[in-house]
């Protein structure tokens, strides 16, 4: 299965990238291509333990308590992408938040290639709770993928 761990797929990740615009057109959801990518780069943050979230208290909220086990299997248990319009959890981004669509590629190339120093065993996802290095590379490499096809790369 693809990982955000395996250098040729961060490869192509940022090929990906790279062909975002801030013309780019959504097939789903209501992010602006600006959005998406800043998104995406809080997200890797939280998962890294970087930048805002050096000093981050993870938890795992009360639902995933329950069912979070059950879904992650289910999400990284094969090669099947992401479903549209899948809830964004604490990194929601305000509908009205504009910004430098170039700035968060950038931010977005540099963090890809952050996860090749993946350290962080503090991490819990907030709904999936505790996972391995494993989960969190297949499911990194799914998100950014999911994010991707909403604007057709």
């Known amino acids: 299965m693809k990982t955000v761990f395996d250098k040729s797929i961060q490869d192509e990740l940022a090929d990906r990238v790279r062909l975002l615009k801030e013309n780019s057109h959504r097939n789903w959801g209501k992010m602006t291509a600006y959005q998406m990518a800043k998104h995406c780069n809080n997200w890797s943050e939280w998962v890294l333990g970087v930048g805002s979230y050096a000093n981050h208290v993870y938890k795992q909220d009360f639902l995933g308590k329950l069912f979070g086990k059950a ?3 289910s999400n990284v ?3 099947r992408p992401m479903g549209k319009n899948m809830p964004a959890g604490i990194h929601v981004i305000k509908k009205t938040e504009t910004g430098d669509l170039e700035v968060e590629k950038a931010r977005w190339l540099r963090l890809i ?3 090749d120093r993946f350290r ?3 991490f819990i996802h907030d709904f999936f709770g505790k996972m ?3 989960q969190i590379g297949i499911f990194a490499y799914k998100h950014f993928d999911h994010h991707l096809r909403q604007f057709g790369i």
Do not use: I
């Open 77 to 79: 248990k094969d090669d």
């Open 120 to 122: 962080n065993d503090r």
């Open 113 to 115: 290639t952050e996860y």
């Open 132 to 134: 391995t290095k494993e």
């Open 71 to 73: 879904a992650l299997k």
